[in-house]
Nanobody, 122 residues
Framework: VQLQASGGGLVQAGGSLRLSCAAS????????MGWFRQAPGKEREFVAR????????YYRDSVKGRFTISRDNAKNTVYLQMNSLKPEDTAVYYC????????????????WGQGTLVTVSS
């Protein structure tokens, strides 16, 4: 599976962005998908994940109520809608795919996109 993330950019605090991650292959619905982020000088951290069918989602506490992960299996794409953005959300955001059950650990994911930079100004 090859993943291509897009949609990052510069936004003011309180603003919104929608990230997209397009996947290659014909078995996209078989993969659990996750979004992770890495801020400068910090470790990569889990943001959200979604099951293959889209029926199960999980979020890190700091983004609950602000971010929404979704997927369109017909388009082989997973999304991360980010609202009420804060400066602490500034990071490179990565999408990742995992064939087995979902996980919040980055080391459990098999495939990674190249990352897209989100910068939130105060």
């Amino acid at each position: 599976v090859q993943l291509q993330a897009s949609g990052g950019g510069l936004v003011q605090a309180g603003g919104s962005l929608r990230l997209s991650c397009a996947a290659s292959g014909r078995t996209f619905s078989s993969y659990n998908m996750g979004w992770f982020r890495q801020a400068p000088g910090k470790e990569r951290e889990f943001v959200a994940r979604i099951s293959g069918s889209g029926g199960i989602t999980y979020y890190r506490d700091s983004v609950k109520g602000r971010f929404t992960i979704s997927r369109d299996n017909a388009k082989n794409t997973v999304y991360l809608q980010m609202n009420s953005l804060k400066p602490e959300d500034t990071a490179v955001y990565y999408c990742a795919a995992r064939y087995y059950s979902g996980s919040a650990r980055s080391r459990d994911y098999d495939f990674w996109g190249q990352g897209t930079l989100v910068t939130v100004s105060s």
